[in-house]
């Protein structure tokens, strides 16, 4: 258990482009404080993959009411003012390494793939909840990125319909979230060399020099795509 944070171990995951702006948060706050009401009132919640906390700050701020709030993510880097909080049990961890997850919901915003192929179905063992659910972007991607780029983005997204299936749990709800992005042609090339999305880790840099040519070679002055994560609502 961990209360304290410096600015130093800040996550970088949400750094630049439309994952660091107040719209995209409060966009995801809306949607977890409104259309998630029913799994977070008085309800308690673990957090999987949190990341920077920003997404609940908003939630918090908009007025929804968790019993509990545990957020687990071996890079936490939330405030300590939402630290603080007396509901809100924060880990710096990965799930592998906490001793018992249960909760009455279970959430994972674009952290399920990456929790799965550490875990593999192992998964539903470490962790028991009433209701889980996910949020993920889809292996085709209408990006405005090269065939190279999205054959490598395909194969880091798992079949989570698949994997839910197999391990007998059911969909209750699924439904499509588009956050519309609008940038600028050089801010979406800092993003690819930041490498900003953990399928481009492994990519080397002769990769993200072919990519960011291409941006150049193919992208407007302003880029605009939809930024789409499916939800999936599983018991
Ligand atoms: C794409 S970020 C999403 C952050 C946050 N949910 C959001 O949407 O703003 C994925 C997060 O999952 C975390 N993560 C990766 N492997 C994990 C694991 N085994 N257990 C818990 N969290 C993990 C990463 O550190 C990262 O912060």
Not at 156 to 185: F, H, Q
Request: glycine content about 6%; proline content about 4%.
């Amino acid at each position: 258990m961990i209360t304290k944070f410096s600015e130093k171990e800040r996550n970088r995951w949400a750094d630049e482009g439309w994952l660091s702006s107040n719209s995209y948060y409060n966009f995801w706050g809306n949607i977890f404080s409104k259309d998630l009401d029913q799994y977070i009132r008085n309800k308690e919640v673990v957090d999987i993959g949190t990341g920077n906390g920003l997404v609940w700050e908003n939630t918090l701020n908009k007025g929804a009411n968790p019993s509990h709030l545990t957020m687990i993510d071996p890079d936490l880097s939330i405030s300590e003012k939402l630290a603080g909080r007396d509901f809100i049990s924060p880990h710096r961890s990965t799930i592998e390494n906490v001793e018992e997850i249960i909760g009455d919901t279970i959430i994972f915003k674009q952290a399920f793939h990456l929790v799965y192929e550490k875990s593999g179905d192992r998964l539903f063992d470490l962790v028991k909840g009433k209701n889980f659910i996910s949020f993920a972007m889809f292996p085709e991607i209408d990006w405005p990125v090269s065939d190279a780029f999205k054959e490598v983005h395909a194969p880091s997204c798992p079949d989570a319909r698949k994997i839910i299936e197999k391990n007998g749990k059911k969909i209750i709800e699924s439904k499509l979230y588009s956050y519309p992005v609008t940038m600028n042609r050089e801010e979406w090339i800092s993003m690819i060399e930041g490498r900003f999305i953990s399928c481009l880790y492994a990519c080397d840099d002769g990769f993200i020099e072919n990519e960011v040519s291409w941006i150049q070679d193919n992208c407007p002055d302003i880029v605009e795509f939809k930024d789409t994560l499916e939800c999936l609502i599983f018991r």
